[in-house]
């Protein structure tokens, strides 16, 4: 699976409509960069491709219907409640940040996400002997 590289203008464009909101972090993602609250992500690059994360079924359908919406993240598996935003809204930046602005809403509401605690090392072989 090849994953593209966003440019630099194109992360540019989601800091420029990502709410700015001190619960807001963005973060490196794979070569792409996701904005993350509460640690948990609501939107994202994938190549030039902006996705939003939306909880609500009424929202997700909504943008939904929009043309140029679509799937977000890989074609072969894209990310589950996530859609891309138009890639016409790059210079539409109040329509894409409206949306940003709802995930960051909806995904705000969830439970924080914990960090993952690490698994114990297993005893390899040689340390048994």
Do not use: C, H
């Amino acid at each position: 699976m090849q994953i593209p590289k966003p440019t630099e203008q194109d992360k540019d464009f989601l800091r420029s409509i990502v709410p700015d909101d001190p619960r807001v972090e963005l973060k490196p993602m794979f070569g792409n960069l996701g904005a993350f609250v509460n640690g948990n992500m609501f939107a994202g690059l994938f190549g030039s491709t902006v996705g939003v994360r939306l909880i609500d079924d009424a929202s997700r359908e909504e943008l939904a219907a929009i043309q140029g919406t679509g799937p977000f993240g890989p074609a072969e598996r894209p990310m589950g409640g996530y859609l891309a935003l138009p890639p016409s809204w790059s210079t539409q930046p109040k329509l894409a940040a409206n949306w940003v602005s709802t995930a960051m809403s909806q995904v705000a509401a969830l439970p924080p996400k914990t960090a993952k605690q690490a698994k114990p090392k297993a005893k390899s072989a040689k340390s048994e002997r």
